[in-house]
Structures are given as C-alpha cells and as structure tokens.
T-cell receptor, first 112, second 114 residues
C-alpha cells in the first residue's frame, strides 16, 4: 500500500469546522483512501473511505483532489469528543492482505 | 452485537511469564488480526487470520503465537514475556480482507512486563 503524509498535530475550537489534510502522491488508481481515528485510550474506529468522488456520512466528509494525490477529512462542527488521532490510510481495492498500515497520524486538539 | 471484545483490559507480568490475551467477535467476521501500539506510535501488525484454522505472521511476530480454532475467537499467546513487549494490544476483525472492508477494533489490553 502506498504511503501517506499527515501533519503531526492540528488544533480547533469547539463547533468550528476542521479540515485534516493528507498527502498521497504515489497513490495508484485502485487505492481507496480510508480514515480511521483513535480516541484516547481506545482502539481505532472507522470514519470514512472513498475512491474518487467526495463522500459524506454522519461522522464526516471526505474531499478528494481531482488528481487524487491529496485528500481532506472534514469535520463540520468539531466537538470535544472529536479530539483524537486521525489516520489516513490507503488500501488497494484488490488487496487480500487485510492489514492496515498505520503511520503516526494527526493529533487533533479541540478547545472549548 | 458486542462487537470485538478483549480481555483482560490491564495486565502486569514478570519477565519470563507466559499469558494469553483473549479476543472475540460476534459479527461472523472471517478476518481477524492482532496489532501492538507503542507510545506515540502507530499500530503494527503481529499476526492475522483469514479464517478458522488459518493464521499467518505480520511484521512483528517474534515472541507471540496465535491459533484460530473458531470463527469467533483469536487468542494471542506471549510465550516468555520480555520488557520489550510492554505495549497496548489491539485485536481487530473485518468481514473480508479487501481494500474496502472496514475493520473493527477492540478496546485494547494494556500490558506491562517488569
């Protein structure tokens, strides 16, 4: 699976939108972009994934650049509960390996 | 559904002791895996299983054994604990192994080896 690059940390105020960037310049045409997050003292949890088009779910939105070399996870209104480490992970559509490659992710701090 | 459960939540061992970390899932998932997470780091894969009776090594398998006798359970055995195995251990499961499969993680077991 190709590598991703994320900022080490970001900060936001409560109820403001948060845009978490991820660069993946070596992405292949069959790589899906996944986001997971890890709340303090918990296991990672799935947030969202997409291939080419922007995606929305109840947790977040995923905006994917036209050339797919970068993407942005958007939290529309940050809450204190969104303080977590966010991981951007690429997975090949045809992958049979099952594993997720976790980098260090982005530590998001949300201020009240 | 309880999802993925892990026991114990906390464990302290002395060097050389052995123990088994338990993991169970009630979602009928074929794929299960064990990761470890050291402070300030991402997760690293220890072992995984693509179905009952089938297991394979991940990137950091030394010092650990696994078996998968049922779809539901995937225990991780530490053969002779070492301080380097002090870490947080997470079990995960998913329906399949494909690039679109969502993985579900347990709450973790925090292990300290003295």
């Amino acid at each position: 699976d190709a590598k991703t690059t994320q900022p080490n940390s970001m900060e936001s105020n409560e109820e403001e939108p948060v845009h978490l960037p991820c660069n993946h310049s070596t992405i292949s045409g069959t790589d899906y972009i996944h986001w997971y997050r890890q709340l303090p003292s918990q296991g990672p949890e799935y947030v969202i994934h997409g291939l080419t088009s922007n995606v929305n779910n109840r947790m977040a939105s995923l905006a994917i650049a036209e050339d797919r070399k970068s993407s942005t996870l958007i939290l529309h209104r940050a809450t204190l509960r969104d303080a977590a480490v966010y991981y951007c992970i690429l997975r090949d559509r045809g992958s049979t390996l099952g594993r997720l490659y976790f980098g260090r992710g982005t530590q998001l701090t949300v201020w009240p | 559904n309880a999802g993925v459960t892990q026991t114990p939540k906390f464990q302290v061992l002395k060097t050389g002791q052995s123990m088994t970390l338990q993991c169970a899932q009630d979602m009928n998932h074929e794929y299960m895996s064990w990761y470890r997470q050291d402070p300030g780091m991402g997760l690293r894969l220890i072992h995984y299983s693509v179905g009952a009776g089938i297991t394979d090594q991940g990137e950091v398998p030394n010092g650990y054994n696994v078996s998968r006798s049922t779809t539901e359970d995937f225990p991780l055995r530490l053969l002779s604990a070492a301080p380097s195995q002090t870490s947080v251990y997470f079990c995960a499961s998913s329906y399949g192994q494909g690039g679109t499969d969502t993985q579900y993680f347990g709450p973790g077991t925090r292990l300290t080896v003295l």
